[in-house]
């Protein structure tokens, strides 16, 4: 085979599958930035010292980007922010889903499937660089082929000139996103169709499924500010107010 015919697919392209759900706002951003400039000519990847990830030595010899695999890891880069979870720092995606969506996976006459392509670029490039850190998965099988969990580094953000500032202020306000949804779920402790089954019940019952719902509702801090004589005040609220509902119909 000629060698400028010697890889598939040289200029690979990421393409996110259909139907998939809606990406948060971070990683729209960061997909948007990152396809803005070309990740595989940033300067990082001159000036950083590889390092074997297994020793944490050194790598004197290191095979840099030639053109081919720089077409991999600018399709690559889009892919793990797409599948990126913010929070965990995880890539929900295995380096075969990765290939598979970046046309980077290849079939042999037999119809073997090769994902080598991408994982080298992971494993002999990425990883050393320090743009991502790998953690193997154990499996309790014959098979040789360990799969890894993928995790981006703050330095991969600097690849997508994306700072840090930028994540921590996305992630402050998923925190105060998430404080505020809670707060709104927590404003009637009681649902209306509750309410309906629990007017039908006998006092002592009644009082009781109240007070499950109550347990239900605070944090075993706010129930113990609340106390024994706070906590029957409530009841005695919640039943009044049922009894009320109940006389009405």
Known sequence: MPRKNYIYNP??????????KKRSAFVCYAMKKASE????RNNLNYTL???DPKTGNILLRFRRLNEHRACAMRAIVLAMLYYYNVNSKLVEASIEKLADECGLSTFSNSGNKSITRASRLINEFLEPMGFIKCRRIKRRSISNYIPKK???????????NISQSKIDDFLSKQVKYSEKSKIQERKIFISFSDREVISKLDEKSARKKILNALIRYYTARELTKIGPKGLKKKIDIEYTN???LHKKK
């Open 11 to 20: 200029k690979p392209v990421f393409n996110p599958p259909k139907n998939e």
């Open 37 to 40: 400039i070309d990740v595989a």
């Open 49 to 51: 010292l590889p390092i």
């Open 150 to 160: 993928i995790y981006l580094t703050p330095m991969f953000f600097m690849l997508c």
């Open 242 to 244: 049922l009894c009320k």
